[in-house]
T-cell receptor, first 117, second 112 residues
Protein backbone atom coordinates (compact mmCIF):
# COMPACT_ATOMS: atom_id res chain seq x y z
CA UNK A 1 0.00 0.00 0.00
CA UNK A 2 0.90 3.66 -0.22
CA UNK A 3 3.64 4.70 2.15
CA UNK A 4 3.48 8.42 1.33
CA UNK A 5 0.19 10.28 1.31
CA UNK A 6 -0.13 13.61 -0.45
CA UNK A 7 -3.15 15.85 -0.01
CA UNK A 8 -5.06 17.31 -1.73
CA UNK A 9 -4.84 15.41 -5.00
CA UNK A 10 -6.32 18.29 -6.90
CA UNK A 11 -7.01 21.92 -6.15
CA UNK A 12 -8.49 24.69 -8.23
CA UNK A 13 -8.41 28.22 -6.88
CA UNK A 14 -8.41 31.84 -7.83
CA UNK A 15 -5.33 33.88 -8.54
CA UNK A 16 -3.87 35.44 -5.38
CA UNK A 17 -4.86 32.57 -3.12
CA UNK A 18 -2.30 30.69 -1.03
CA UNK A 19 -2.45 26.93 -1.30
CA UNK A 20 -1.04 24.38 1.13
CA UNK A 21 -0.09 20.85 0.09
CA UNK A 22 0.61 18.19 2.70
CA UNK A 23 2.95 15.24 2.41
CA UNK A 24 2.81 12.53 5.06
CA UNK A 25 4.86 9.40 5.52
CA UNK A 26 2.37 6.81 6.72
CA UNK A 27 4.38 4.09 8.40
CA UNK A 28 7.90 5.39 8.70
CA UNK A 29 9.78 8.44 9.87
CA UNK A 30 11.03 10.57 7.00
CA UNK A 31 14.22 12.36 7.88
CA UNK A 32 14.24 14.04 4.49
CA UNK A 33 11.42 15.04 2.18
CA UNK A 34 11.68 16.33 -1.36
CA UNK A 35 9.34 18.54 -3.36
CA UNK A 36 9.17 18.33 -7.14
CA UNK A 37 7.33 20.20 -9.83
CA UNK A 38 6.35 18.56 -13.07
CA UNK A 39 5.27 20.47 -16.16
CA UNK A 40 3.10 18.72 -18.76
CA UNK A 41 4.99 16.01 -20.62
CA UNK A 42 8.22 16.84 -18.82
CA UNK A 43 10.39 15.28 -16.18
CA UNK A 44 10.39 16.06 -12.50
CA UNK A 45 12.17 19.22 -11.43
CA UNK A 46 13.48 19.17 -7.86
CA UNK A 47 12.35 22.31 -6.06
CA UNK A 48 13.69 21.79 -2.58
CA UNK A 49 14.92 19.33 0.00
CA UNK A 50 13.67 19.56 3.56
CA UNK A 51 15.08 17.97 6.67
CA UNK A 52 12.98 17.69 9.79
CA UNK A 53 13.45 20.65 12.09
CA UNK A 54 15.62 22.72 9.79
CA UNK A 55 15.19 25.10 6.90
CA UNK A 56 14.63 23.71 3.46
CA UNK A 57 17.36 23.81 0.85
CA UNK A 58 16.03 25.25 -2.38
CA UNK A 59 17.32 24.50 -5.85
CA UNK A 60 18.64 27.32 -7.96
CA UNK A 61 15.89 29.40 -9.49
CA UNK A 62 13.18 28.38 -7.02
CA UNK A 63 11.77 31.30 -5.04
CA UNK A 64 11.79 30.37 -1.38
CA UNK A 65 9.38 33.18 -0.49
CA UNK A 66 6.96 31.90 -3.09
CA UNK A 67 7.17 28.23 -2.18
CA UNK A 68 7.24 27.91 1.59
CA UNK A 69 8.28 24.53 2.91
CA UNK A 70 7.81 23.36 6.46
CA UNK A 71 8.99 20.03 7.84
CA UNK A 72 7.90 20.26 11.44
CA UNK A 73 7.76 16.56 12.21
CA UNK A 74 9.27 13.32 10.97
CA UNK A 75 6.04 12.38 9.23
CA UNK A 76 4.81 15.65 7.76
CA UNK A 77 6.09 18.25 5.34
CA UNK A 78 4.02 21.01 3.78
CA UNK A 79 4.47 23.12 0.69
CA UNK A 80 2.61 26.42 0.58
CA UNK A 81 2.34 28.22 -2.72
CA UNK A 82 1.86 31.82 -1.67
CA UNK A 83 -0.23 34.26 -3.70
CA UNK A 84 -0.55 31.73 -6.48
CA UNK A 85 -0.85 32.86 -10.08
CA UNK A 86 -1.72 30.96 -13.26
CA UNK A 87 1.96 30.33 -14.01
CA UNK A 88 2.15 28.34 -10.77
CA UNK A 89 -0.31 25.82 -12.17
CA UNK A 90 1.48 22.51 -12.30
CA UNK A 91 1.70 19.00 -10.89
CA UNK A 92 3.54 18.95 -7.56
CA UNK A 93 4.96 15.71 -6.19
CA UNK A 94 6.53 15.03 -2.82
CA UNK A 95 8.75 12.17 -1.78
CA UNK A 96 10.21 10.94 1.47
CA UNK A 97 13.45 9.30 2.46
CA UNK A 98 13.91 7.07 5.45
CA UNK A 99 16.94 5.23 6.71
CA UNK A 100 14.50 2.44 7.67
CA UNK A 101 13.05 2.04 4.17
CA UNK A 102 16.10 1.76 1.95
CA UNK A 103 14.52 -0.44 -0.73
CA UNK A 104 14.43 2.80 -2.65
CA UNK A 105 15.99 6.19 -1.90
CA UNK A 106 12.67 8.03 -2.08
CA UNK A 107 9.03 7.00 -1.72
CA UNK A 108 6.70 9.16 -3.78
CA UNK A 109 3.28 10.60 -3.12
CA UNK A 110 0.59 10.56 -5.79
CA UNK A 111 0.99 14.24 -6.60
CA UNK A 112 -1.20 17.33 -6.43
CA UNK A 113 -2.64 18.91 -9.55
CA UNK A 114 -2.77 22.67 -8.89
CA UNK A 115 -4.80 24.85 -11.22
CA UNK A 116 -4.88 28.59 -10.70
CA UNK A 117 -7.63 30.46 -12.52
CA UNK B 1 27.72 16.13 -12.25
CA UNK B 2 25.49 13.10 -12.56
CA UNK B 3 23.05 12.94 -15.45
CA UNK B 4 20.64 10.54 -17.13
CA UNK B 5 19.69 10.49 -20.79
CA UNK B 6 16.84 8.37 -21.97
CA UNK B 7 15.21 7.63 -25.28
CA UNK B 8 12.88 10.34 -26.39
CA UNK B 9 9.30 9.46 -26.92
CA UNK B 10 6.58 9.11 -27.44
CA UNK B 11 6.75 5.42 -28.17
CA UNK B 12 3.70 3.70 -29.60
CA UNK B 13 3.51 -0.07 -29.93
CA UNK B 14 0.93 -2.73 -30.53
CA UNK B 15 -0.02 -5.15 -27.80
CA UNK B 16 2.40 -8.08 -27.44
CA UNK B 17 5.24 -6.18 -29.13
CA UNK B 18 8.77 -6.14 -27.73
CA UNK B 19 9.74 -3.01 -25.85
CA UNK B 20 13.10 -1.35 -25.37
CA UNK B 21 13.57 2.07 -23.82
CA UNK B 22 17.19 3.15 -23.82
CA UNK B 23 18.82 4.83 -20.85
CA UNK B 24 22.43 5.92 -20.43
CA UNK B 25 24.00 7.71 -17.53
CA UNK B 26 26.98 9.75 -16.46
CA UNK B 27 28.10 9.44 -12.87
CA UNK B 28 31.12 9.26 -10.65
CA UNK B 29 31.64 6.23 -8.51
CA UNK B 30 29.06 3.49 -8.35
CA UNK B 31 25.52 4.82 -8.61
CA UNK B 32 22.33 2.86 -8.10
CA UNK B 33 20.00 2.80 -11.10
CA UNK B 34 16.21 2.81 -11.17
CA UNK B 35 13.24 2.71 -13.48
CA UNK B 36 10.11 4.47 -12.27
CA UNK B 37 6.67 4.38 -13.89
CA UNK B 38 4.09 7.14 -13.75
CA UNK B 39 0.49 6.36 -14.67
CA UNK B 40 -1.75 9.26 -15.71
CA UNK B 41 -2.47 11.65 -12.87
CA UNK B 42 -0.36 9.75 -10.37
CA UNK B 43 3.02 9.98 -8.69
CA UNK B 44 5.98 7.75 -9.40
CA UNK B 45 6.18 4.07 -8.59
CA UNK B 46 9.41 2.15 -8.46
CA UNK B 47 9.40 -0.44 -11.22
CA UNK B 48 12.82 -2.00 -10.74
CA UNK B 49 16.33 -1.22 -9.62
CA UNK B 50 19.93 -2.38 -9.74
CA UNK B 51 22.60 -1.37 -7.29
CA UNK B 52 25.80 -2.73 -8.81
CA UNK B 53 27.32 -3.61 -12.15
CA UNK B 54 25.81 -6.63 -13.94
CA UNK B 55 22.82 -6.70 -11.61
CA UNK B 56 19.52 -7.30 -13.37
CA UNK B 57 16.41 -5.69 -11.98
CA UNK B 58 13.08 -7.22 -12.91
CA UNK B 59 9.41 -6.73 -12.12
CA UNK B 60 6.07 -7.30 -13.89
CA UNK B 61 7.85 -8.72 -16.93
CA UNK B 62 10.16 -5.72 -17.25
CA UNK B 63 13.92 -6.14 -17.02
CA UNK B 64 16.98 -3.90 -17.04
CA UNK B 65 20.66 -4.78 -16.61
CA UNK B 66 23.22 -2.45 -15.08
CA UNK B 67 25.99 -2.24 -17.69
CA UNK B 68 28.94 -0.31 -16.37
CA UNK B 69 31.02 -0.75 -19.50
CA UNK B 70 28.40 1.01 -21.61
CA UNK B 71 26.96 3.12 -18.76
CA UNK B 72 23.51 1.91 -19.69
CA UNK B 73 20.36 0.58 -18.02
CA UNK B 74 17.97 -0.14 -20.88
CA UNK B 75 14.41 -1.19 -20.02
CA UNK B 76 12.96 -4.19 -21.86
CA UNK B 77 9.78 -6.20 -21.90
CA UNK B 78 9.09 -9.13 -24.16
CA UNK B 79 5.36 -8.64 -24.65
CA UNK B 80 3.70 -5.37 -23.70
CA UNK B 81 0.10 -4.93 -22.65
CA UNK B 82 -2.31 -2.00 -22.95
CA UNK B 83 -2.01 -1.56 -19.18
CA UNK B 84 1.72 -0.78 -19.60
CA UNK B 85 0.82 2.57 -21.15
CA UNK B 86 2.48 5.15 -18.92
CA UNK B 87 5.50 7.42 -18.66
CA UNK B 88 8.76 5.70 -17.74
CA UNK B 89 11.63 7.47 -16.01
CA UNK B 90 15.19 6.25 -15.71
CA UNK B 91 16.98 7.58 -12.65
CA UNK B 92 20.14 7.26 -10.63
CA UNK B 93 21.27 8.01 -7.13
CA UNK B 94 24.86 8.56 -6.23
CA UNK B 95 26.65 6.20 -3.92
CA UNK B 96 24.98 6.47 -0.53
CA UNK B 97 22.97 9.50 -1.66
CA UNK B 98 19.30 10.23 -1.24
CA UNK B 99 18.88 12.54 -4.21
CA UNK B 100 17.62 11.13 -7.47
CA UNK B 101 18.59 12.39 -10.90
CA UNK B 102 15.90 11.68 -13.49
CA UNK B 103 15.94 11.29 -17.21
CA UNK B 104 13.43 13.25 -19.22
CA UNK B 105 10.84 10.47 -19.29
CA UNK B 106 9.48 8.36 -22.14
CA UNK B 107 5.78 8.22 -22.81
CA UNK B 108 4.68 4.74 -23.87
CA UNK B 109 1.34 4.02 -25.51
CA UNK B 110 0.25 0.47 -26.22
CA UNK B 111 -2.59 0.00 -28.68
CA UNK B 112 -4.83 -3.08 -28.57
Amino acid sequence: GAVVSQHPSRVICKSGTSVKIECRSLDFQATTMFWYRQFPKQSLMLMATSNEGSKATYEQGVEKDKFLINHASLTLSTLTVTSAHPEDSSFYICSAHSADRLEQPQHFGDGTRLSIL
Amino acid sequence: GNSVTQMEGPVTLSEEAFLTINCTYTATGYPSLFWYVQYPGEGLQLLLKATKADDKGSNKGFEATYRKETTSFHLEKGSVQVSDSAVYFCALSGQGAQKLVFGQGTRLTINP
